[in-house]
């Protein structure tokens, strides 16, 4: 019996050995010069896969219309996309795959917490990283990483303003995840901007992704503290089932979102007629009438079946602003990745790009965008611009 | 004899491993993804000998080992980035390692206490929640420290009412970001061979003997005055320490540490079990095999893209067969057995 155990464990070994072998052989030195190699990176399994699938499409469709129109400066690109399932360690080693593929520039990661810990990575090799929808503070605090979506700061601070200049509620009730970077990051910079504002905040309750299908509690605390604003920086699922809850127990305030909202129309099995009168402040709209989002809208959906998302919108933006910056300085796919990451970070600072997300974007040397926020309001079903 | 030998194979095992890796690394012939798993592939290995340590010797069943992971990640990653700027990287990993593993073992003397003096799969119960809970409450957790001293608040960073120069170094769920880059393949593997060393020294000791007699007949062992409770105590304490000595490589090697489910959960305690239980119960060397190959197996299968779920799981099932089944062991022992090669003849 040790025997055929000693076998098996010198037969593992010579698997594992031989493994790491095959492993080795991929090593490329990104040679080819003629195009451009751009890599993304996001959750395309599991539980997230919504928006990493969405951002990696986006960004495989700008590619491919590039490509189509003759490339970057007469350059083709090339593109690749790695999952990261969500998880920083796997992140890394996605951006470590792309980089054996011989990855130039990477639009990534497509969540905070992976986008974080690889920009630690790109910031030792000093490649540019653009992450279309990273929105925590961290993921741009070194000086190559750059993002496209809002902050989540960014965010807290215009709801809080936006809500404040509309005059839209006195008493302001919250419920956001405090397991999640995204919405307790947006509820913490509300909270803060909220002192001094001619609203009040009169309950902040929390929930986890653990016990998301039950929100009675939280509705029922902000509807006895007399909240006539309930806001939610969280994602649509959950959303969705606190409209669905604060309806079955009749309480009806104004629910305003941010953009994590976006797509709760989209939920199966929702009645949107419950989303009446939700605000939210989003980037992207996916019924705008403006050529640019109609014909993306159109495209993307003839090429992958569904709608796309602000996600999408982010990460087909942030291809075209490199495509942008690339022109500005004129980089040509030959230059090294780190002589190509100082021209790309000091074309940021001075190329004005125009996108789905924003007529007007522009970038600070710290790596956030300046746009402006856009509220609007569901009526009849559909997005409609709030102002 | 027989058994030092068997240990210094294993030994063999990881230092011609760290060899040949290291010099394929130096040298610029490993690919940078493989560069990357090298570490991840170090600390699974270690989680995996300190689980193995817990389910094959002690024959308790714990699935929330990445619980006492998740404690020496926090701990350590607390402790270097706030003394980042005061102490330098060596001896403040060090000390960073000695409280992660110090905290891991803490948190396992305390589950043990109740726990272990219970015959059954209490441990299995407490542990599963151990795991669940801990995640819980360190997402919870808001810590700043500024000049005043350490802020502490349950509810919000807002809480915490710290001078406009505070650094905020546990944020809630965003957990701890920005700790130092510590960990290195050289030092995962140190740590892997200390706590083989640990263990393996551990089983073929007279307490490690008295630990195995306690698993194979509780009552006997009793009967032959045997302090049950102590030495489960003791096999658990030093698994769970272990588990923390794994947190720390964690901690230090990816900057974003948050107490998530896919690191600390349940399924990230089950799938270390995966490797225990794969590499064999009670089997050191096969849980180091096992961690190191099935971690790297979806990484390598990355090329197959959404693929590479289904064959892992293939794979899985073709391992567990092999391995475990009646009549597969039977083949293996009528054919291979054919096969004598000559360093096997020690042992027929």
Known sequence: MKKFNELVSLAAATVMAVSMIAGCGAASDGGSSDTFKIGAIGPLTGGAAAYGNAVCNAAELAVEEINAAGGINGYKVEYKKEDDELNAEKSVNAYNTLKDWGMKILVGSTTSACSIA???NTKADNMFQLTPSGSAEDCVKYDNAFRVCFSDPNQGIASAQYISDNNLATKV??????????????????????????????????????????????????????????????????????????????????????????????????????????????????????????????????????????????????????????????????????????????????????????????????????????????????????? | MNKTKDNLITYGIVIVAYIILQTLAVTGILSSHMKGLLVPMTYYAVIAVALNLCVGILGELSIGHCGFMCIGAFTSAFFSKLTEASIPAAPRFILAFIIGIAFAALFGFLIGIPVLRLKGDYLAIVTLAFGEI????????????????????????????MEPDGQLIVNGAMGITGTPHNSSFTVGIIVLLLSLFVVLNLINSRDGRAI?????????????????????????????????????????????????SQYFGFNASIMILVYVVLGGIGNIRGSVIAACVLYLLPELLRGLNTYRMLIYSIVLIVMMIYTWSPKVLEWRKRTLGKINLPWKKANI
């Open chain 1, 173 to 387: 009730g919250i419920i956001y995840d405090s397991s999640d970077v995204y919405s307790s990051g947006i509820y913490q910079k509300f909270t803060e901007e909220a002192a001094g504002k001619n609203f009040e905040i009169v309950s902040a309750e929390a929930f986890t992704q653990d016990n998301n299908t039950d929100f009675s509690v939280q509705l029922q605390k902000a509807k006895d503290a007399g909240a006539d604003l309930v806001f939610l920086p969280i994602y649509y699922k959950d959303a969705s089932l606190i409209l669905t809850q604060a309806n079955t127990m009749g309480y009806a305030p104004i629910f305003f979102g941010v953009d994590g909202l976006d797509g709760i129309l989209t939920v199966e099995n929702f009645d949107t007629s419950l989303a009446e009168g939700v605000m939210l402040l989003t980037p992207f709209a996916a019924d705008a009438t403006d050529d640019l989002t109609v014909n993306f809208v159109k495209n993307y959906q003839e090429k992958y079946g569904e709608i796309p998302n602000q996600f999408a919108a982010d990460a087909y933006d942030a291809v075209y602003i490199i495509k942008q910056a690339i022109e500005a300085k004129n980089v040509t796919p030959d230059m090294s990745t780190s002589d190509i990451c100082e021209a790309l970070k000091s074309a940021m600072t001075e190329i004005e790009a125009s996108g789905l997300t924003s007529a007007k974007m522009t970038w600070e040397a710290n790596g956030e965008p300046n746009k402006e926020p856009k509220a609007v309001v569901i009526k009849n079903g559909a997005y409609v611009s709030a102002q």
């Open chain 2, 134 to 161: 801990i995640k819980n409450v360190i997402n919870a957790f808001y810590i700043g420290v500024d000049k005043n001293g350490v802020h502490f608040s349950l509810k919000n960073a807002m809480e915490l009412n």
């Open chain 2, 212 to 260: 195995m007699a306690v698993r194979d007949n509780y009552i006997a062992a009793e009967a032959t005055g045997i302090n049950v409770t102590g030495y489960k105590m003791m096999a658990f304490v030093i698994s769970a320490a272990i588990a923390g000595a794994a947190g720390v490589l964690f901690s230090h090697n990816i900057t974003t540490l948050t107490a998530s």
């Open chain 1, 118 to 120: 690889v920009s630690e």
